[in-house]
């Protein structure tokens, strides 16, 4: 028994004396595994950070021009409608009726007062008949009353009649003059009258509308049975922006092209209106034309108005781009950002394409591949070379 007890004894002196030990050696074991789960975290959180940071962006090259100013054909370009220079609507002069007969159609030429048209006059031709009855039922009264007088003239020295019976005479003779002059008038009227019914063009010129067919009725004071552009002379009424009307004056030469026309039509402005619309901010330019079957009444038209020289800036045409709203350019700003400039084209030619608003000539302009930047976009510019 008192063996055991020393064996136990020993057994526990024997573990009092191998615990430090063991402390000595689990404290750096455990603080040894903290930095190594602590260095193991920081190379996971880096390797995480560097997969998810992009790759640095490429800016783009692209090559620009500097335009500066050159001097240009300043031509000032306005659209606008066909007209007739002076449009005359031709209409019934007289009391109106059935039309019997329609003597031209538009397109046609017609001389000052030529007839156009005619209208039943039967009720009036037997009018003019009768009064030409009564001219000469006067007539015939006149020159009895007038020998009455001669007769009777002869016998007043003979004493068979007295210078009453003269002086009556006289008036009845007088009368029946004045019943054959008021026969004549009234007669003349109604030719007159007749002579209305027929519709006479005003002016010659061109007819351009013809509204009236044979066997229509028409009124006293009918209008618009007929158009005539009066010296077959038409024009375009060009809308001119406000800024480029100071440029245009009377007499300067204009190239008018219908849309959907390939033909080119030669004319001169005669006369630019006094008035500028409030709202639109334009004018208008009166170029004159000469008559040209290609040139339609009413149609939409473009016009080039040579208005002198001036000077502007001139880009290839690969810098100018255009969409839905208008021509415009990309321009590199001092940031080297993209930026789109609305422009307004006007002249071209074989040195570019001349730029009348927009652009003072001194921007950096992207020279082509404008299709692939958008506005805001980064990009790195080189100048083009001389001559580019």
């Known amino acids: 028994m008192h063996s055991r007890i020393d064996g136990t004894v020993l057994d526990a002196d024997r573990d009092d004396a191998v615990r430090p030990r063991r402390r000595r050696w689990l404290i750096p074991a455990i603080v040894a595994a903290v930095v190594v789960v602590i260095l193991a975290a920081w190379l996971f959180a880096g390797r995480k950070k560097a997969a998810a940071a992009p790759p640095p962006a490429t800016v783009p090259t692209v090559t620009v ?134 519709v006479r063009a005003p002016a010659a010129g061109l007819v351009l509308v013809r509204n009236v067919e044979t066997g229509q009725i028409v009124g006293a004071g009918a209008n618009n049975l007929f158009r005539i552009a009066e010296g077959g002379v038409l024009e375009m009424r060009a809308l001119v922006a406000e800024q480029d009307l100071a440029a245009l004056k009377v007499g300067l030469p204009a190239t008018v092209r219908p849309v959907g026309s390939a033909t080119d039509y030669h004319g001169t402005i005669w006369l630019i209106d006094p008035t500028v619309d409030l709202n639109s901010r334009q004018g208008i330019a009166r170029i004159a034309l000469a008559y040209s079957p290609g040139l339609r009444v009413g149609g939409f038209a473009n016009a080039t108005i040579a208005a002198g020289a001036a000077t502007r800036p001139v880009l290839p045409q690969s810098a100018v781009m255009v969409d839905d709203t208008g021509s415009f350019v990309y321009v590199v700003g001092a940031d080297g950002k993209v930026v789109r400039r609305n422009v307004k084209v006007g002249s071209v030619s074989e040195k570019g394409m001349s730029v009348t608003a927009g652009l003072t000539g001194t921007e950096r302009v992207v020279l082509s591949a404008g299709a692939f930047l958008s506005p805001g976009e980064a990009v790195k510019p080189v100048l083009a070379a001389a001559g580019a």
């Open 65 to 198: 021009v500097v335009p500066g100013t050159s001097t240009v054909a300043a031509d000032v370009t306005a659209t606008g409608s066909i007209a007739a220079r002076r449009d005359a609507a031709v209409g019934v002069n007289g009391e109106g009726g059935l039309v019997t007969a329609v003597l031209v159609d538009a397109g046609q030429r017609v001389a000052q007062g030529q007839v156009l048209a005619r209208i039943d006059a039967s009720v009036q031709t037997q009018q003019v008949a009768q009064m030409e009855a009564s001219i000469r039922s006067a007539r015939a009264d006149a020159a009895l009353a007038q020998s009455n007088l001669d007769r009777a003239a002869k016998l007043v020295d003979k004493g068979f009649i007295s210078k009453a019976d003269i002086d009556t005479k006289t008036a009845t003779r007088d009368g029946m003059n004045a019943k054959v002059r008021l026969a004549e008038a009234q007669a003349a009227e109604m030719k007159a009258r007749m002579a209305r019914l027929d």
